[in-house]
């Protein structure tokens, strides 16, 4: 996804993420109530595929979130459009605009 396709900016950031069955570091590099960018270089994941993370939020809570993968680069990361976010996560992820 470009930049100019999306709706809302994305909000630069260096947030732990962490996922069911990986063992490796992940970082949230970018968000917005939109979706936001994976930094990860050993995660396999497809276009298409709904993930369920926690992002750790810089108070030290984690935040759970779900996405649709909606582009990857191997060894890099890969971008995730929001499926469905509470008014509780659209909130968290607000306030992280002032990070």
């Known amino acids: 996804m470009t930049d100019e ?3 809302e900016e994305r909000i630069p950031l260096n947030l732990e ?6 063992s490796h570091s992940a970082r ?5 109530v939109d979706g936001c960018y994976i930094d990860t270089i050993a995660a396999i994941v497809s276009i298409g595929e709904v ?8 108070g030290g809570e984690w935040l ?5 993968v ?3 680069m191997p060894g890099v990361g890969f971008g995730l459009c929001f ?3 509470t ?13």
Do not use: Y
């Not at 008014?87 to 990070?99: F, S, T, Y």
């Open 70 to 72: 909606t582009h990857t």
């Open 5 to 7: 396709r999306r709706d």
């Open 83 to 85: 499926t469905f976010l």
């Open 51 to 58: 993930i369920s993370f926690e992002v750790k939020l810089p």
């Open 64 to 68: 759970p979130l779900r996405g649709e």
């Open 87 to 99: 008014d509780e996560e659209q909130r968290q992820i607000a306030q992280l605009n002032g990070i």
């Open 17 to 22: 993420v962490r996922w069911e069955g990986v």
């Open 28 to 32: 949230l590099s970018d968000i917005s």
